[in-house]
């Protein structure tokens, strides 16, 4: 089955035999097959490839983009990467957990909370 584009020359359509999937690059296939132990937030005591590390909640986009420019250009090397990957994301992890446990619902309960004016009185 052929499709027409709108200048008029007819493509193969999806599916058919000698279709390609898009190439990877070869930094791109390096950063999927690259684990690292991660001891830290979600991923604790598992092994994660540095692309989805990259991809993770704890790496802001503009950094990721910033890494995976330099690192596809090859100004950072890989062992740069996973340094500067592994320690955004330890950070990141480390710090939501100690956000997370300070809003948690009775953090302040203990011997004593309820001790003392609260300041929503007065």
Known sequence: AT???????????????????????????????????IEAGEFRGRRVSLWDLLHCRYIPEENRQELLELYGAGELSLEQVKTVVSTIVSRAAAAAERAGSQKGPGAQQGPGAEQGPRAEQG
């Open 3 to 37: 499709v027409k584009r709108s200048n008029g020359d007819p493509v193969t359509a999806a599916g058919q035999e000698g279709d390609e999937p898009p190439k990877e690059e070869p930094w791109e296939t390096t950063l999927k097959t690259t684990t690292l132990d």
